[in-house]
């Protein structure tokens, strides 16, 4: 029932890259049901995101395909900002998440804080997640995500912007400001 999605690519020095691919999806109106999502840190770090979708309830057609990775190159290269090809293609993306809940764990890795989000899936919410992680300077270095019977289930393994977990002290300011 769904289309698989692998994306490979070097990744931003910003946090943002898994915002820019699931903004793009959200443009072109693909449903995320799954993903699986890593950044292999090297001397460039690589991500290697690989997403099962679909549209209209449907598999991606050969011909949507093609203009889905058209408007992934155009994002991901800079040729046209996100906010470009969401404005063009006519989304206007809510300004918030109504979240069943939200938790930060620290005890799950050594590296990384675990940012586990609950919510009612609804058009564009991988997108507008992944926006506020980044917006916030986290940057996801995986991801585990899972859309079943209208719920959302998304476990996001992030780090600051000096590159370590989020200190156990600032846990819940962090989850107020999420």
Same mark, same amino acid.
């Given at each position: 029932?769904?289309?698989?999605? %692998?994306?490979? %690519?070097?990744?931003?020095?910003?946090?943002?890259?898994?915002? =820019?691919?699931?903004?793009?999806?959200?443009?072109?109106?693909?449903?995320?049901?799954?993903? &699986?999502?890593?950044?292999? +840190?090297?001397?460039?770090? !690589?991500?290697?995101? %690989?997403? /099962?979708?679909? @549209?209209?309830?449907?598999?991606?057609?050969?011909?949507?395909?093609?203009?889905?990775?058209?408007? #992934?190159?155009?994002? !991901?290269?800079?040729?046209?900002?996100?906010?470009?090809?969401?404005?063009?293609?006519? =989304? &206007?993306?809510?300004?918030?998440?109504?979240?069943?809940?939200?938790?930060?764990?620290?005890?799950?890795? +050594? +590296?990384?804080?675990?940012?586990?989000?609950?919510?009612?899936?609804?058009?564009? #919410?991988?997108?507008?997640?992944?926006?506020? !992680? @980044?917006?916030?300077? #986290?940057?996801?270095?995986?991801?585990?995500?899972?859309? /079943?019977?209208?719920?959302?289930?998304?476990?996001?393994?992030?780090?600051?912007?000096?590159?370590?977990?989020?200190?156990?002290?600032?846990?819940?300011? /962090? =989850?107020?400001?999420?």
């Amino acid at each position: 029932d769904f289309s698989e999605l %692998t994306v490979c %690519t070097y990744d931003d020095p910003e946090p943002g890259m898994l915002a =820019k691919i699931t903004g793009v999806l959200y443009g072109c109106t693909v449903d995320i049901h799954k993903a &699986q999502v890593f950044t292999m +840190e090297r001397e460039r770090p !690589l991500v290697l995101d %690989t997403l /099962w979708v679909r @549209s209209g309830g449907m598999q991606i057609s050969e011909g949507r395909a093609r203009r889905i990775r058209s408007s #992934l190159l155009d994002v !991901l290269t800079g040729r046209q900002t996100l906010d470009q090809f969401l404005e063009a293609a006519g =989304k &206007q993306p809510p300004s918030a998440i109504p979240l069943d809940s939200i938790e930060l764990r620290n005890d799950l890795t +050594e +590296e990384h804080t675990v940012v586990h989000m609950i919510a009612r899936d609804f058009e564009g #919410l991988l997108y507008l997640m992944t926006m506020t !992680l @980044s917006r916030c300077r #986290l940057d996801i270095h995986s991801a585990k995500v899972t859309t /079943w019977h209208a719920r959302a289930e998304n476990n996001f393994y992030v780090t600051t912007a000096s590159g370590g977990q989020i200190p156990d002290a600032e846990l819940a300011g /962090w =989850k107020e400001q999420l």
